[in-house]
């Protein structure tokens, strides 16, 4: 396989622009798990950079139709979050709430700068990294368990985060699955089943039930192709590796399951916990203040104020929370229906963009992999963070300005390199 990845890298375009473009969209696939917020330092030097390219005119300003319909729904977003920021109280801390918003505005940057290089296979090469990212993420995930004997995180330097990325990590990677390449179906799999374990082994309980419907998802995408591989030697190879380490790990994943189980006979039994119990908290004092301010929330620099008046009812502690766990409630506690229409709007778009493009020869892996994306973050943060976290903003913002980009300017526009059908 490194004979092959070392061929494929060999055949980047020799202009820098287009080279840069290639291996800056192969990291942004492979690093988010193991890297962590490596790629939101990334994504904001290729902002800077591309504005100072821009201004030297290195690329022209090209954006398509539906690129300026994803960079205006990412504007909007911030928007609304900026002007339900000003309608709030607590003003002096609303600069620092709202800083994180800048990177929604990158595909005003970005796009441009990759249709400069437009010729190249922007898809194909996010999925060659991201199934790279997915068994990097289950080894170091293993490792980490069983070095520390804690919940892995990675470079993410949270659990739930680590979780996440490596599901659409382990959901983009299968995509590689159709590929005429067998390294490259053979890295599917191993994508599929470390990307899994990766989820597994993290114990976050909340992404690990996203992985039914997200396997579900990767069956339809090719069932034939799915069928052959799990038939083959080697995929019962990788099958057991997974399980040898799931095994060596197994006194923490019993340990967490027991841990579960108390949990909800304690909930049962009309008591609560810090886990379960603690969102179900949130969750009902974050509906209440809802209800008394639907419209324009409290302002994002409130959020968590806004929850304390019923969080004391109970006579708990209040405990540090950023986010009410669960990513539209945390919203609508922002900026009340407006910013709860605009983030979900923000989620959506790339599967818009992706469902509403020409049918080129990516038409089908445009679309599954914004379905992985875009579903991922919506189910998981039913119970976890969506946004407003650097590596979960960074991650999607990036993949949403690649299925923009990769959508050709006219519908006879070829895309050339790295297939992930070649």
């Not at 139709?65 to 000003?86: K, P």
């Not at 069983?146 to 996440?164: C, E, L, S, Y």
């Not at 060596?248 to 379960?276: C, M, P, Q, V």
């Not at 979900?344 to 379905?371: E, G, K, N, T």
């Amino acid at each position: 396989m490194h004979k092959e990845l070392r061929a494929l890298f060999t055949a980047l375009p020799g202009n820098r622009i287009g080279r840069n473009n290639a291996i800056s969209v192969f990291l942004m696939g492979a690093l988010p798990a193991v890297g962590g917020s490596i790629i939101s330092a990334m994504l904001y030097v290729f902002f800077i950079w591309g504005v100072i390219s821009l201004v030297l005119r290195r690329f022209e300003f090209r954006m398509t139709r539906s690129d300026r319909m994803l960079a205006w729904t990412f504007t909007s977003f911030v928007g609304f979050e900026v002007v339900t920021a000003l309608f709030g109280g607590n003003l002096p801390n609303a600069p620092t709430a709202l800083v994180w918003l800048f990177a929604f505005l990158a595909p005003w940057i970005l796009i441009p700068r990759l249709r400069a290089s437009s010729e190249l296979d922007y898809l194909g090469l996010f999925v060659l990294g991201a199934a790279v990212g997915a068994v990097a993420a289950g080894l170091v995930a293993f490792v980490q368990l069983i070095a520390t004997d804690i919940r892995p995180k990675a470079g993410a330097g949270n659990a739930a985060v680590f979780a996440i990325m490596s599901l659409c990590l382990m959901g983009l990677g299968g995509l590689n699955i159709t590929a005429s390449a067998r390294w490259r179906r053979l890295l599917a799999m191993a994508a599929v089943v470390f990307g899994g374990l990766a989820v597994v082994l993290s114990q976050t309980r909340g992404v690990l039930a996203v992985c039914v419907p997200l396997l579900g998802l990767l069956w339809l995408f090719s069932p034939d192709a799915w069928r052959k591989a799990l038939a083959r030697f080697t995929t019962l190879v990788i099958l057991a590796a997974a399980g040898i380490a799931a095994y060596f790990a197994h006194h923490a994943l019993d340990g967490r399951w027991e841990y579960t189980l108390s949990e909800l006979r304690h909930i049962f039994n009309g008591g609560t916990s810090t886990s379960i119990g603690e969102r179900l908290r949130l969750w009902n004092a974050a509906v209440k203040a809802i209800q008394e301010s639907p419209i324009l929330g409290y302002g994002i620099q409130n959020r968590m104020d806004a929850l304390v008046p019923t969080l004391k009812l109970d006579g708990l502690p209040i405990l540090q929370y950023t986010h009410a766990h669960n990513g539209f409630l945390s919203f609508a506690l922002d900026g009340g229906v407006f910013v709860l229409v605009a983030v979900i709007a923000v989620l959506c778009v790339p599967v818009v963009l992706a469902r509403r493009a020409s049918q080129d020869a990516h038409y089908r892996l445009r679309l599954f992999m914004a379905l992985t994306v875009t579903g991922t973050y919506a189910l998981c943060g039913l119970t976890q963070i969506m946004f407003k976290h650097d590596i979960m903003d960074s991650f999607f913002v990036f993949f949403s300005i690649l299925v923009a980009a990769s959508i050709p300017e006219q519908e006879s526009t070829p895309a050339v390199v790295t297939s992930s059908s070649s």
